[in-house]
């Protein structure tokens, strides 16, 4: 009794798993125009735990048809997480008749290795031609014939290139009027003259009086540094690119105020001595060179008539 249960629990086992088993080809239709595309789809189905080799398919299927395109193949959800795939391929034919495919071999690998192989059914598609009625004469292919020249479209063309070429340009235009900078005017201030500049710079110097701490040559320097610039925005000689030498030289030949030259000389001598030879001035001689230079200044400087003063006063 217990050996016939086995047996049936087999039975039924083995039933089981080749209901689940299966793979299958069928065609979208089984008549079509030569010509004429068609879709083939091919399906199978496997237990949990086997894998299925996939029949090749090369450019052609037989003798008769060609395939045109395949999709990629589909993994779609099966019951018992079993394995079910999917694939579909276009093909077409240009042989009129009725043609059989080939058989597809499906191959199911199971997990000890053991392998069974499925075929698929014979299917058998009807290619027709189309009708040709064979009542009527056969013409003779036609020759080349000569096309009377249209200027109509070149014309066309040749004006919207024109009225497209002359928008562009407008834009151009417009664009770069519109991005141009617009220049603001700021009026200009009352210039200080070069003279009170240098006046005011003297008076900075002599504040601070940097010859105190013992920085002789800064002192000295900017003194000459001064007036070199007052020379050369005032009398518009290059004073800041000539040596002491070569700035009196050109002070002789524009000035006629003889003693302005002399103070001036004894400023620039004198710095050149602090700078070059590291002369060690007296405090007296330090004072003096300051005044010297303010003196160049005021005598050098523009001078305004009695008139003119008066009316600058009172204003």
């Known amino acids: 009794m217990i050996g016939r249960r086995l047996l049936f629990l087999l039975f039924i086992l083995l039933s089981t798993t080749a209901i689940a088993q299966n793979a299958s080809v069928r065609a979208e239709k089984y008549r079509m125009r030569i010509g004429e595309q068609i879709e083939l789809l091919l399906k199978a189905e496997a237990n949990k735990g086997q894998k299925i080799v996939w029949p090749a398919i090369a450019d052609s299927i037989g003798p008769f048809f060609n395939v045109i395109s395949r999709d990629t193949i589909d993994t779609l959800a099966s019951a018992g997480n079993g394995l079910s795939l999917e694939q579909k391929?276009?093909?077409?034919?240009?042989?009129?008749?009725?043609?059989?495919?080939?058989?597809?071999?499906?191959?199911?690998?199971?997990?000890?290795?053991?392998?069974?192989?499925?075929?698929?059914?014979?299917?058998?598609?009807?290619?027709?031609?189309?009708?040709?009625?064979?009542?009527?004469?056969?013409?003779?292919?036609?020759?080349?014939?000569?096309?009377?020249?249209?200027?109509?479209?070149?014309?066309?063309?040749?004006?919207?290139?024109?009225?497209?070429?002359?928008?562009?340009?407008?834009?151009?235009?417009?664009?770069?009027?519109?991005?141009?900078?617009?220049?603001?005017?700021?009026?200009?201030?009352?210039?200080?003259?070069?003279?009170?500049?240098?006046?005011?710079?003297?008076?900075?110097?002599?504040?601070?009086?940097?010859?105190?701490?013992?920085?002789?040559?800064?002192?000295?320097?900017?003194?000459?540094?001064?007036?070199?610039?007052y020379v050369e925005a005032q009398l518009k000689l290059p004073a800041l690119e000539s040596t002491t030498d070569e700035t009196l030289s050109l002070l002789q030949r524009s000035l006629k105020q003889q003693e302005a030259i002399d103070f001036i000389r004894q400023v620039l001598v004198l710095a050149d001595l602090v700078k070059f030879a590291k002369e060690k001035p007296l405090p007296v001689e330090h004072e003096r060179s300051l005044t010297l230079a303010k003196q160049f200044v005021l005598l050098t400087k523009p001078q305004v008539s009695n008139d003119a003063e008066k009316e600058v006063n009172n204003g």
């Open 89 to 229: 391929i276009q093909i077409t034919s240009f042989d009129s008749g009725m043609h059989s495919l080939p058989v597809f071999d499906f191959l199911f690998i199971n997990p000890g290795s053991d392998t069974t192989s499925i075929l698929s059914d014979v299917l058998s598609i009807e290619v027709k031609t189309i009708p040709v009625d064979t009542t009527k004469a056969i013409k003779d292919i036609r020759g080349l014939e000569d096309v009377p020249e249209d200027f109509t479209d070149l014309i066309l063309y040749s004006i919207l290139a024109a009225v497209a070429l002359a928008a562009i340009a407008i834009g151009i235009y417009y664009y770069q009027k519109r991005k141009k900078p617009v220049q603001i005017i700021v009026p200009k201030g009352p210039v200080t003259p070069p003279w009170e500049i240098a006046l005011a710079t003297l008076d900075k110097i002599e504040r601070e009086a940097v010859w105190k701490s013992g920085n002789d040559k800064l002192y000295h320097s900017s003194i000459s540094e001064a007036l070199r610039t």
